[in-house]
């Protein structure tokens, strides 16, 4: 019976930020698992290669060009998902950005970009999801990627910090508000990993090793160590679990 709970065979998403790194990790697991996907990012070239990776395992991959800092993108592709998967299931809110910079040279602008990707969009697509999950009637699974850095803090991405705390409130006051629909609303809170995204922190020496001594399992976190989290998240699995963040750091945060 457990075994059946994590199956996706037959349920619909979308995820965002899926052509690489942490995104496209997720995305092969749900794949695997048996979900139908719309994938999005603004690279379609790179969409197009994760597209024909995923269809080895057999479902429906569909590709589509989004802009996560513009609206109508954003609109576009909750309806676009809709109408060519039938209906939605779930959605995982990843897509991202990061500014750096210490806090007193740190711009406006940076700080404003990264709230209009890392938050404003997320609301909006979560927001355009649960509209149709409520229509739909038969509830739904909402994931967004949190970070580590919203309890944690760090330094020289006062931006990209501060974002994160406001998805990891923003986690819960979903989760309030939609759970009479039947519709979770979780968080993933990466530590940190070897992604583009953390590739100027690695080249930092004294940094990098800094951070890996607060990993009790004395590595870095790679994009498959995801996968089991999202299909967990998504699945019937966690029926009874919403409102939290699921933090996937080697053990950082305990140290």
């Given at each position: 019976?457990?075994?059946?709970?994590?199956?996706?065979?037959?349920?619909?998403?979308?995820?965002?930020?899926?052509?690489?790194?942490?995104?496209?990790?997720?995305?092969?697991?749900?794949?695997?698992?048996?979900?139908?996907?719309?994938?999005?990012?603004?690279?379609?070239?790179?969409?197009?290669?994760?597209?024909?990776?995923?269809?080895?395992?057999?479902?429906?991959?569909?590709?589509?060009?989004?802009?996560?800092?513009?609206?109508?993108?954003?609109?576009?592709?909750?309806?676009?998902?809709?109408?060519?998967?039938?209906?939605?299931?779930?959605?995982?809110?990843?897509?991202?950005?990061?500014?750096?910079?210490?806090?007193?040279?740190?711009?406006?602008?940076?700080?404003?970009?990264?709230?209009?990707?890392?938050?404003?969009?997320?609301?909006?697509?979560?927001?355009?999801?649960?509209?149709?999950?409520?229509?739909?009637?038969?509830?739904?699974?909402?994931?967004?990627?949190?970070?580590?850095?919203?309890?944690?803090?760090?330094?020289?991405?006062?931006?990209?910090?501060?974002?994160?705390?406001?998805v990891n409130s923003l986690i819960r006051a979903l989760a309030n508000?939609?759970?009479?629909?039947?519709?979770?609303?979780?968080?993933?809170?990466?530590?940190?990993?070897?992604t583009d995204m953390t590739e100027g922190v690695?080249?930092?020496?004294?940094?990098?090793?800094?951070?890996?001594?607060?990993?009790?399992?004395?590595?870095?976190?790679?994009?498959?160590?995801?996968?089991?989290?999202?299909?967990?998240?998504?699945?019937?699995?966690?029926?009874?679990?919403?409102?939290?963040?699921?933090?996937?750091?080697?053990?950082?945060?305990?140290?």
């Open positions: 019976m457990i075994k059946e709970k994590f199956s996706l065979t037959g349920s619909r998403g979308i995820i965002t930020g899926a052509s690489r790194g942490l995104g496209r990790g997720m995305a092969e697991g749900l794949a695997e698992m048996g979900a139908d996907l719309v994938i999005t990012a603004k690279n379609m070239d790179l969409l197009e290669e994760v597209s024909k990776e995923l269809r080895k395992f057999g479902g429906k991959i569909v590709p589509f060009r989004a802009d996560a800092g513009n609206d109508d993108d954003v609109s576009r592709l909750a309806e676009a998902a809709c109408n060519v998967l039938g209906g939605i299931d779930f959605v995982i809110c990843n897509a991202g950005i990061i500014r750096r910079g210490p806090a007193h040279e740190h711009s406006i602008k940076d700080f404003d970009d990264v709230f209009n990707i890392n938050v404003r969009s997320v609301f909006l697509l979560a927001q355009k999801a649960a509209q149709i999950m409520i229509t739909q009637g038969h509830g739904g699974s909402i994931v967004i990627t949190d970070s580590i850095v919203s309890v944690h803090g760090s330094m020289n991405v006062p931006g990209y910090t501060s974002s994160k705390g406001a508000d939609w759970g009479q629909y039947g519709i979770r609303v979780n968080g993933i809170g990466p530590g940190f990993c070897e690695r080249g930092n020496s004294e940094r990098y090793r800094y951070l890996s001594s607060r990993m009790a399992l004395g590595r870095w976190g790679r994009p498959d160590d995801f996968a089991g989290a999202a299909v967990y998240l998504v699945s019937d699995a966690s029926s009874y679990v919403t409102g939290t963040t699921l933090y996937i750091d080697g053990g950082f945060l305990s140290m």
